[in-house]
């Protein structure tokens, strides 16, 4: 069955303190050549049946309604099986 | 400068409670042609510098030892600047 992964980060403009964690961690393990990092979700949805348009059209709209909060965050990237449906907003 | 993306789920054998979740709001919702969810992570860390086979060695140990969990969760991908580096393990 076709599976469809539905990537979201927090938005560039936006403080990621998770990532801010992470990224300070590394820092202090001595591994100045990660500067930066920020953390997302990925989703993995399994589709019943075949991908069509209108399967793109509502996981697209379910990714930016259900699956993201758009306030804070960016829809980044929309795969099917592999391949990219789309950069919504990178 | 280059940016190393670092993909992490849930083991297949392990329940995965916000993945149910959303499943759950899915079919309340009746998009029934979505079977399952799965919840992960996505790392992005930008790297200083170039990306050569040593640093993909250290994100390789990261991935494993510090921003995932081996009990729990599967490392699924790493790429740089969107090139699969290795799929680690699936």
Sequence with gaps: MPTIVVEIMPKAELLDPQG????????RLGKSQFSSVRIGKRFEVVVDGTVDASTIAE????????FSNSVIED???ITVDGVAVEAVSA
Excluded: H, S
């Design 75 to 77: 829809v980044v990237e």
């Design 59 to 66: 996981i697209r709209e379910l990714a930016e309604d259900m």
């Design 20 to 27: 801010k964690a992470v990224g300070g961690a590394l820092a």
